[in-house]
Nanobody, 125 residues
Framework: QVQLVESGGGLVQAGGSLRLSCAASGRTFSSYHMGWFRQAPGKEREFVAAISWSGGNTYYADSVKGRFTISRDNAKNTVWLQMNSLKPEDTAVYYC??????????????????WGQGTQVTVSS
């Protein structure tokens, strides 16, 4: 069992930065791959970034590549999403999620077993 709690969202101007945190509880956090997803009003939840259980592999949606960075510290049971050069189209509720290691499609929502409650990110133009 893994419980996830996101924080760090807020209101920022276009071009600004935010750092989202996802604190996990549970002894098995280090065995899970982790991902960040987002959902804008009226849109489906979409993949943003993912990181392997060891932190050795990272993946990004094309829309955020070069601007966002995902990282994790298994000793702190935490995963982060550093978001730079934010755009109004990045406005959404951001969710972190945990995926068991035996799944391979890091973009597939269905493969993520645990989800946080989400944190709102609003980017003004």
């Amino acid at each position: 069992q893994v419980q996830l709690v996101e924080s760090g969202g807020g209101l920022v101007q276009a071009g600004g930065s935010l750092r989202l945190s996802c604190a996990a509880s549970g002894r098995t956090f280090s065995s899970y791959h982790m991902g960040w997803f987002r959902q804008a009003p009226g849109k489906e939840r979409e993949f943003v970034a993912a990181i392997s259980w060891s932190g050795g592999n990272t993946y990004y949606a094309d829309s955020v590549k070069g601007r966002f960075t995902i990282s994790r510290d298994n000793a702190k049971n935490t995963v982060w999403l550093q978001m730079n050069s934010l755009k109004p189209e990045d406005t959404a509720v951001y969710y972190c999620a945990a995926r068991p290691p035996y799944y391979s499609d890091y973009q597939a929502l269905s493969e993520y077993e645990y989800w946080g409650q989400g944190t709102q990110v609003t980017v003004s133009s």
